[in-house]
Structures are given as C-alpha cells and as structure tokens.
C-alpha cells in the first residue's frame, strides 16, 4: 500500500503557495506563543488589539523576505542545507528588520506603543525557526523511511569517496523515484574518517567495508560507486581491481571537480566503468606551442579522415587554429558525419577562421590527389589512409599492396613535388617483424618513405609514427567483445596467450601530433604504449564490468589465431634500437633502411606482379623487398625462403 501510494506519488509536489501558507501560520502560531510565554501564559494579559499590529508589522516583513530568498520554492521532501539556509536569512533579517523599525519608530514619536518588546521578537524568532526547519527535515525524514522500508527490490550501494562528490551522489541517488538505492555507506582512504558519521551515512576504511559488506555475502547484491574528483589512474585501477575480483559491480561519477555546488547530477550520469578507464594513463603532455607555431594559419591535409585515427587527429587538429584543413576519404558517409560533428562541437574554431574542406576521393587515384595538392598546396600531410585488418588482408593482398604501398607512395612523391613541409605517416606495430601481409606492406611502406626523405634531404620531411592498437577504433576487439556480451555471448578469442599493447585514441593521436612537430626527417618514433595486455584476461573484465558472470552468464571460446596473426606484437625488431627523445613516452627507432634507387626497382617489379594479380606472386615479391617477413599461420608460409627466378 505504502510502496503504491510513493509511486504513484512521487512524481508530484506540494504547490509553494501551500508552503509559503504554512509558514505565514507558523508565524502567526510563534507570535501568539512568544506573546503568551511573554507573560507567563496569562492569555488575558496580553494587549491583543495592540499586539494584532505588531503581528502584522513582523509578518509583513517575513513575506518580504520569504519573496526575496524564495525560501517556500525548496521541495520540501528533499531539503537540503541550501534550503534551511535560506530559511534562517528569511528568518534573521526580518527580525533585525522588524526589530530597527520599531525602535526607530518608538524613539522619533517618542511613542511607546510602536515599541516592539525585544523578548517577544528574540522568543518568536528561534520558535519559527525551529518550526520551519524541523517541519521540513521531518516530512523528509518520513519519506526517507518509507521509501527505504517499502517493499520491493533495493540497490545496495557503498559509495567510494566521502568528499563532496560522495555526499553530492548520495543524496542524487536518495532521490531517485524510479529505483531503491540503500546507501551502505562511505569508504574512504583517510583514516581520520573512518567509523565516523557523514549525513548519518558511516564512513569505513577500505579492509573495513569489504569485511563488512562484501565477503561472506553475496556481491550481486552491491555496487560500488567511485566518487573521488582527483585521483591517479593507478590507484582507480587499484580499487576498480579489487572489487571486480570480487565480482562487485564498480560504477563511475562524472568528473564534477568545477560544477560542484549548484549542479544537479543526475543518476543516468553514474555510469558503469569502461575498459578505457582501466587502461588509463596519467594525461599526456604535449608541446602545444610548438605545435601551434608549425600549424596556425597553415593548410593540413588528412587521408583516412573518416576513420577512428584520421577523424581523432582531425579533432584534435582543429584546436590549433589551421588555415584550412582537408578532409580525405573515400567514405562519403563518413565524411558528412565527421562534417557535422566539426560544425556542432568546434563551432568556436570554425567561427576564427579555419575552413574544413571535404574531398571524398581514392588515395590511390593519382590524377585525383595531383588535382588536390595542386589546389590547395598543403604543409602538412597526415597520412592515416590504410587497409588494417589482419585476417582479410591475408585473403586480398591485392588490396593491401595497392593502398598500404602504393597509395603511400602516389601520396608521398607528390609531397616532395609539391613542397610539403612534413609528411606524418601513420605506421603498426605490425610492421616490425611482420608475419602478415598487412604488417609487410607498412614495413615497406615506411621503407619507402625513408628513402624518399634520405633522396631529397632538403624537401619535405618524412616522419612515421608507429604503435599498437588503440581502443574503440574500426577493428578493435573492443567493440567487437561488447557487441558479443550485448547478444549473449560467447565471446571469441583467438587463443588464450594472445597478449597487445593498447591506447585510446586520443592518446595515440596527441603523441603523433608532438612526434610530428619534433621530426626532423626521417624519424620512426615508437610511442610508450604501457604494459602489455592478455586478450583474455581483457574479455574476463569486459565480462564482469558488464555486470555478468563468466560461464555462469556467458562463455569465452578459443577459436584458434587467424592467418597472419601472432601471439604478441613488437614496437621493436631485434635488429632496431632506440634513442630517446624530449617527451619520455617517444622514443626514435634506429631501423635500417634501403637506398632510394633499389627500393624504387623493387616496386615497380611489385607493381607488375599486382597487374599479373597473382597472390602468390605478390607476396614473393613482398618477401623479397621486406626479408624479416616471416608468414605465420598463413597459406604463405611455403613462400617463405622462395627467390624469384
């Protein structure tokens, strides 16, 4: 009954007119007591054709003030400090108020009768602001109860973090009137606060709250909400660790450090932890006025524009103000969509002057980027255009060689004819020590593009970036296992030891950006991708932060590796070194590299063994150019070791 009654309910509020009302009446109640224990409870003694006056002086005063603090607007089922604050300043100057009128009155007529007696005033004042405030913490004291001891299912939630944030989403979720949120109580790593009270919520100890509520319970009854504006990513990780090993489910607050105060949170922002929180690094600082000084008031062309790197260095590319940015692609939908977002979110931008063209054209297509680097002569190419995906490239060589290689190179040598300033090329970890057929076409095309920038060292500096996969971008696994959880599962991974290096997008594309202005020609910068990650132990987690229990509510299946694929990736091959440079997560690989005149023979031979469209024959020839390109798990492992006749 009383469960149906708070729904049905909830959602309605008591009209202010009602609320200001009731404390008109609590006013006039106070004044009659203050008069009555003014003079000892004899009613009888009381001028009350005087008095009547001075009630209407006092109660004139408080509506003036009830106008001016708007102190009657509050929903008095969640009343907070704010609202008995404005209580007590409604209260306290239109006492003073009504206090400084009669006395100035009294003292300019010398009429006593305009005095109001200052006990009356003083008893009056501390019994309305008893009653107005007690009135409201009770009715939301009441409320609180019912809704906490009315039936129905309950979220137990320990809230991690006991600062302002905590307290902000304790009381966010308090008022929730679509679900039940019991708070269990605080945790928090101060020690001084532990087993002390915080808005009548106990504050624990980390150790404390996990033997308190966690083992030797069920955990599928508890969430843990993170609530700490400042923390380092290494000790997020630590806490978000612990709890998902204990199969808690471990949710988020938005970062509110310079909201907090007016801002109303709401429960839909408390989010469930990402992977990208657990793979989170301390932010990376980049040089951005040395990027500035190279790219404001330039022109800035991106291939690949509408892919997950492409449109990232796009995003981040904008803020530094370029002249005019072009938007390459071969995916016209792609295009209009990054087109739109550019147009809402970086309106500012846009509005100071940069002008963002887009070209939906082939980066293979010769004559039609000659049209474009003719027209709009850029400084700065930012090559992300490519084929990545493993598995598929294996099945079309063709493909691979045609945009990784040649494309690169159609790009590359009308850069040097057209005096670009610097040409940033966008590599793998897949190109060091390939064992497929994608990782031999970047390893050549970064081969290329060194021997172009060691033939014309007075032209356009050649630079390549290379990392590891990077989060939520077209291919990852990432996605691929949230879409498996969505349907059911199971969740398929290749093989139990598979280990990457990973980077969120953001991430990677800030660290091209400094590479890319640090270059000096020739470079192939190696970024700190962190610690390595087991594909499986990553599906486990993805699993538990879904909220779902591994092989109780879903599989994970070993489906064996695909072609070309390896158990672990290298930023290095045996043969490279590395010199370090300014920024500690870039690194410079010594790699060797091929004079300009033998490489440029090889592709043309390349070339005519793509027209024959023979596949064995392509990758021979690729084998050739890039000798450490060792097949793995591939149908041209028998190639391997072959010469061409």
Not at 361 to 368: L, M, N, V
């Amino acid at each position: 009954m009383i469960e149906h009654l708070l729904t049905r309910y909830s959602t309605r509020f008591v009209s202010r007119h009602l609320i200001l009302a009731i404390d008109i009446a609590v006013v006039i109640v106070a004044f009659f007591i203050a008069c009555t224990l003014r003079f000892n409870l004899e009613i009888s003694a009381v001028n009350w054709s005087l008095y009547k006056y001075y009630l209407l002086v006092l109660l004139a005063n408080r509506i003036i003030f009830f106008f001016y603090f708007r102190s009657y607007t509050g929903i008095v089922r969640h009343t907070s400090i704010a609202d008995t604050s404005l209580i007590f300043k409604a209260i306290t100057i239109s006492s003073l108020l009504t206090l400084i009128i009669s006395v100035a009155l009294s003292r300019t007529t010398d009429n006593n009768l305009f005095y109001i007696p200052i006990s009356i005033l003083s008893i009056e004042y501390f019994i309305s602001l008893f009653l107005m405030i007690a009135s409201r913490l009770l009715v939301k004291n009441i409320y609180k109860t019912l809704i906490v001891n009315a039936p129905g299912e309950k979220v137990n939630v320990l809230i991690y973090g006991a600062g302002e944030l905590g307290i902000l989403i304790k009381n966010t979720l308090l008022r929730n009137r679509h679900k039940k949120y019991n708070i269990l109580g605080f945790i928090d790593d101060n020690p001084s606060l532990s087993f002390k009270s915080l808005e009548g919520v106990v504050v624990y100890s980390e150790s404390d709250a996990v033997n308190q509520f966690i083992e030797g319970h069920n955990p599928e009854d508890i969430e843990v909400i993170l609530a700490i504006n400042d923390i380092k990513p290494q000790r997020k990780n630590q806490i978000i660790e612990r709890f998902l090993k204990q199969d808690i489910i471990v949710k988020v607050a938005p970062s509110i450090y310079d909201k907090l105060g007016d801002y109303q949170l709401k429960t839909e922002e408390i989010r469930n932890i990402r992977i990208e929180d657990l793979l989170e690094r301390d932010p990376i600082q980049i040089d951005n006025q040395n990027i500035s000084r190279q790219l404001a008031g330039r022109v800035a062309l991106v291939t690949g524009a509408a892919g997950s790197i492409g449109s990232e260095i796009i995003r981040q590319l904008i803020r530094f103000q370029p002249k005019t940015l072009i938007l390459l692609d071969q995916s016209e939908s792609g295009l209009y969509d990054l087109d739109n977002e550019l147009k809402q979110q970086f309106r500012k931008y846009l509005g100071d002057g940069t002008r963002v063209i887009l070209q939906v054209a082939d980066a293979t297509d010769e004559i039609r980027m000659r049209h474009i680097f003719s027209q709009y002569h850029p400084h700065f190419v930012f090559h992300a255009a490519a084929y990545k995906h493993v598995p598929l490239m294996e099945d079309h060589p063709y493909e691979a060689i045609k945009v990784n290689v040649f494309g690169t190179k159609i790009l590359a040598d009308l850069a040097v004819e057209t005096g670009v300033n610097k040409f940033v090329m966008i590599s793998t970890d897949k190109a060091v020590n390939p064992t497929n057929v994608m990782g031999a076409t970047k390893r050549l095309a970064e081969l290329y593009v060194q021997s172009l920038n060691n033939r014309f060292p007075n032209s356009t500096r050649f630079i390549t970036t290379r990392f590891g996969n990077v989060l939520g971008s077209n291919g990852s696994v990432v996605p691929l296992f949230q879409k498996q959880i969505q349907a059911g599962g199971p969740i398929t991974v290749t093989h139990p030891d598979v280990i990457r290096y990973f980077m969120t997008i953001p991430e990677a594309c800030q660290l091209v950006l400094e590479a890319g202005s640090m270059g000096k020609g020739g470079e192939i910068f190696v970024f700190d991708m962190g610690e390595p990650v087991r594909i499986a132990d990553l599906a486990q987690k993805m699993i538990k932060l879904s909220g779902l229990r591994l092989e109780k509510d879903i599989q994970i299946t070993y489906t064996g590796l695909r072609p070309g694929e390896k158990l672990y990736e290298e930023l290095l091959s045996d043969k490279e070194r590395t010199v370090a440079t300014y920024h500690p997560k870039i690194q410079i690989a010594k790699v060797y590299s091929s004079p300009f005149t033998e490489i440029t023979a090889s592709l043309q031979d390349l070339r005519k063994a793509l027209r024959e469209g023979d596949k064995a024959l392509m990758v021979t020839h690729l084998k050739t150019i890039v000798p450490e390109f060792i097949s793995n798990n591939s149908m041209y492992e028998e190639l391997d070791g072959l010469e061409l006749s």
